[in-house]
């Protein structure tokens, strides 16, 4: 096997092809796990491996250094096989610290290789970590592969003769786990070198001291004799095409970019910082030379009203948050849907209630998506199912946007915004234009209805400004056809059926729901939003083991597909996974009558592929 490094031979030492690797690298949260992360997860992407990750965030900005509360971790799934998920557990742990160590031994394989920072376990450390004795000393990690490697002892010799100070030095360790990481499972060091001299260029001793940690980690790996042999993991067998590493919120902020040029309409984005849905700002912000305008507002309700403000001036308007931020923007949301004017309304879902768990994933705002607002006030609700799919949902949600006049929600959440994936680039122009139109200037003699209807009963978009256009706007009832301001009880009720009947229109205008695996059977997984990977793979086991299951994943959520209830029906039994109380069981046992079975989880962590197996054992029988 050969790796290719700058001035660096290949491994003499043996090589072990394996199909696939977990890696999860865990830390204080000023430890640099997720740069580390993110470094292996682009070098294994550019091997060729298919690859899904799970960041894992401390929720405080800054715990204190050393404590259970502060660990920051980074878990990589590379693979020469599809894979859908980010591994239920690990082959190997890297842990910097005893708090590292503590928060994550319980994923780490029996027999898995371990390898810490010996330097890190001093009295202080094993006491904020609450360990009575040292777990490197005591045999308690007697079934695992463990590697003492004194990495802080290591760095600081490797970037001996820069001037560094101590702490520079040590900031260097996550660079040092990197480079024995590569060696351990034939990872190029070239690409982080590059990134090294990107990052670090205008600071050329703090990059020689990374480029030195980087390689003496290498080094450390090839020379010492604790580690015997390394690893190969071929690369996948994908769909031809280029393909870039894309994480959630990046692939919806491009989505959006997209949607806005496929209409030809410029961008605007109106918004507050919450976790985990800030990114998608951040990196919208990147992108002015496609015409995108950015607003951090002060407040969640500012930001949602500046939204309907930009949709009437003809806009593509999109907001996004979290939980907690939507329930804030509740009332102006209801003011986007009685105008029926597009927009767009992203929720970044994370644990809750009200704070909950900021940084941890969850699904339980579904019931607030559809609901969530005054009155009778129905809005389309589609959610995307992995990093790479946001991109197509964010496309997707405008496009019903414009073609019914309504606001949209998008679901994510923190799995899906904060993991990546392989995207295969698209063809731009293979994308299909979103075709908008605006009633032109009034020829003498015409009078403009502003809630007149076309055959989808969407109303016209017209542009403020425009010659005998004016019309009434505000979030008082509206009277038929003139949009003149209502009281009429007659027509408040046609209202609310012409408004509810828009938006079940929207099933005739979307895809039949698909389900893979047998048409009919002892059970269907019916699925949404960021499970779909776990469940994907569990079923496909499980069909492997003989049994007669098959899986449905929504994306469509309001309204469902037209054929929903029909699959429902061909199975005996139905299995609902959900990281929530059982939102969608709930929904689907209302609709179709259907006594649908629910497996729920909010451990603020998302399903593991043998729960979900074993689920599905049990429940057939």
Sequence with gaps: MSISTEGQPASMKQSIVLEGA????AGDSGDGMQLAGTQLTGTSAQVGNDIATFPDYPAEIRAPRGTLAGVSGFQVHFSSQEIFTPGDSLNCLVAMNPAALKTNLGDLDAGGALIVNEDAFDKKDLDKAGYATNPLDDESLDGYKLFRV????????????????MKEADRCRNFFAMGLIYWLYGRDLSPTLRFIDEKFGTKPVVAEANRKALNAGWNYGETTEAFVSNYEVAPAQLPAGTYKNIEGNQALAWGLVTAAKLSNKDLFYGTYPITPASDILHELSRHKNFGVRTVQAEDEIAAMCTVVGAAFAGSMAVTGSSGPGIALKGEAMGLGMILELPMLIINVQRGGPSTGLPTKTEQSDLMQAIFGRNGESPIPVIAARSPGDCFDVAIEAWRIATRFMTPVILLSDGYIANGSEPWLIPDANSLPKIEITHPGPLQEGETFMPYARNERLARPWAIPGTEGLMHRVGGLEKQDVTGNVSYDPGNHQHMTDVRAKKVANIADDVPPQEVNGPESGDLLVLSWGGTYGTNTTAVRKCQK???????AHLRYLNPFPK?????LNRYDKVLVPELNMGQLLGLIRARYLKDAIGYNKVQGKPFTVAELVKKIQVTIG
């Design 22 to 25: 977990t890696v999860r690298l």
């Design 150 to 165: 004194p990495m802080t002892t290591l760095t600081r010799g490797a970037v001996d003769g820069l001037g560094l100070g």
């Design 545 to 551: 083991l003989g049994l007669s299951v098959a899986h």
């Design 563 to 567: 054929n929903l209830g029909e699959i």
